[in-house]
């Protein structure tokens, strides 16, 4: 079982980079992928990005490729997701989430889940 704690969130403006950071409980942190999801309100949960176990995979939502990259730390049993260009249409809680292996994009695939952090972007 892991525990993960998500921190980072914030206001900030439209066109700001923000890094959120997820820190993981246990010592079997490489052996869970990871995942980053965000919920706006009044809206279902939604992917965001994954990374494998070795950080040697990633996979993105359509809507944040190209400005969001996911990253992993064993040394400090850490996933990160480092979000540039921010806009609006990006607030939302933001969750991470683990399970045993990578490629999954559903909420309902993780069972290990952070109690979110808010970002809020400003116009």
């Known amino acids: 079982q892991v525990q993960l704690v998500e921190s980072g969130g914030r206001l900030v403006q439209a066109g700001d980079s923000l890094r959120l950071s997820c820190a993981a409980s246990?010592?079997?942190?490489?052996?869970?992928?990871m995942g980053w999801f965000r919920q706006a309100p009044g809206k279902e949960r939604e992917f965001v990005a994954a990374i494998s176990g070795s950080g040697g995979l990633t996979r993105y939502a359509r809507s944040v490729k190209d400005r969001f990259t996911i990253s992993r730390t064993s040394a400090k049993n850490t996933v990160y997701v480092q979000m540039n260009s921010l806009n609006p249409e990006d607030t939302a809680v933001y969750y991470c989430?683990?399970?045993?292996?990578?490629?999954?994009?559903?909420?309902?695939?993780?069972?290990?889940w952070g109690q979110g952090t808010q970002v809020t972007v400003s116009s």
């Open positions: 989430a683990a399970r045993s292996g990578f490629g999954a994009i559903s909420p309902t695939e993780y069972p290990y």
């Open positions: 246990g010592r079997t942190f490489s052996s869970y992928a």
